[in-house]
């Protein structure tokens, strides 16, 4: 069998950007186990409609927690390729696929956080601008960098679990099981983390376009 699906073999170059840019399929977490065994018992079409349905969550989550577009790309491809890798022996009703694939691009953007700090910080290249260089969408990208400097500056743990409550809108004992911790430990790391980043908001109004209350 093939290690991955038709769009994801020789790990092309913006593998995020292609799929996103087209139509997004919508699957039920049935669904997508279903279209994951369909790809295992060799239908390669199955493999590319469950990557268009997946890899918008999937590479948003990695460019919210890393703040790097090429990285989170990475992170996404490679959380795929690990799926298709088991597609053929995932067993159906252990476990969602998307909260199998949140666990991984969550151990993948860990990992590339502790690299950065081994390296240093002065060595990572700034994060490019996710929005359109055109002056009608000025405010929203100073908006999106405003909350991705502040989602920066929180601790790793806190900053994916914010991300992964408040943005990808999943339950506590989802993200418990993805982090791989307890439900009142989630709960803490998202108020802590709320916590910060509504403090780093409040002092960068001015770029996120709000007026002042005072």
């Known amino acids: 069998m093939a290690l991955a699906g038709p769009s994801c073999q020789g790990r092309p170059a913006r593998l995020a ?4 840019s087209e139509p997004i399929p919508s699957v039920t977490a049935d669904g997508e186990a ?3 065994q369909r790809y295992a018992n060799g239908d390669a079409a199955a493999a590319r409609l469950l990557a268009q349905s997946l890899t918008p969550r999937l590479y ?3 460019m919210r927690v890393l703040g790097d577009g090429a990285e989170a790309e990475d992170v996404t491809q490679e959380a795929l390729l690990r799926l298709w890798r088991i597609a053929p022996d995932w067993r159906v009703g252990e476990a969602k696929v998307t909260t199998w694939l949140y ?6 953007c860990t990992d590339r956080l502790r690299k950065r700090r081994s390296t240093g910080m ?15 969408r000025m405010q929203n990208a100073a908006r999106y960098d405003a909350l991705q400097r502040a989602l920066n500056d929180l601790p790793d743990r806190q900053r ?7 943005i990808d809108g999943l339950t506590n004992p989802e993200i418990a ?9 989630v709960e803490s790391l998202t ?23 005072g």
Do not use: C, F, W
């Open 160 to 166: 994916q679990a914010v991300v992964l409550r408040h």
């Open 17 to 20: 950007t292609r799929l996103m």
């Open 34 to 36: 279903a279209l994951l």
């Open 60 to 62: 948003g989550h990695a």
């Open 191 to 213: 108020a802590r983390g709320k916590r910060a980043l509504s403090l780093a908001l409040q002092e960068q109004r001015e770029a996120l376009g709000y007026e002042d209350d």
């Open 122 to 136: 002065d060595d990572i290249d700034e994060p490019a601008d996710p929005a359109p260089g055109v002056e009608a």
């Open 177 to 185: 099981e993805i982090l791989n911790a307890g439900v009142e430990a």
């Open 103 to 108: 666990r991984v691009v969550a151990n993948l």
